[in-house]
């Protein structure tokens, strides 16, 4: 089993910054990939950003590429969400997940992941 708890979500407004932290636990091993998805009211949930164990990042080019970084920290369990220039349309719950072994799913696909934060709320005003 895995633990995932996301922290540094707040009520910012828009141009300011962000960073989201989301720290594992409860399994040695390194995930495979974790990602961030968002889920703002009345919208499906979204894919955001992936990080690789072998490092590798990807992102939702269209949404926030050149905006948003995902990075990690080995020694602490944490993937990070550095979130700049923030905009209006950023406001979701923030969720990170975890996939432990690898998946025929792609990267961006939900189903991929196995484990789930709880979600930490970014709200951006104009």
């Known amino acids: 089993q895995v633990q995932l708890v996301e922290s540094g979500g707040g009520l910012v407004q828009a141009g300011d910054s962000l960073r989201l932290s989301c720290a594992a636990s409860?399994?040695?091993?390194?995930?495979?990939?974790v990602a961030w998805f968002r889920q703002a009211p009345g919208k499906e949930r979204e894919f955001v950003a992936a990080?690789?164990?072998?490092?590798?990042?990807?992102y939702n080019a269209d949404s926030v590429k050149g905006r948003f970084t995902i990075s990690r920290d080995n020694a602490k369990n944490t993937v990070y969400l550095q979130m700049n220039s923030l905009k209006p349309e950023d406001t979701a719950v923030y969720y990170c997940?975890?996939?432990?072994?690898?998946?025929?799913?792609?990267?961006?696909?939900?189903?991929?992941?196995?484990?789930w934060g709880q979600g930490t709320q970014v709200t951006v005003s104009s």
């Open positions: 997940a975890a996939d432990i072994d690898g998946s025929y799913y792609p990267i961006a696909n939900a189903g991929r992941y196995e484990y």
């Open positions: 990080i690789i164990r072998s490092g590798s990042t990807i």
């Open positions: 409860g399994r040695t091993r390194s995930p495979y990939s």
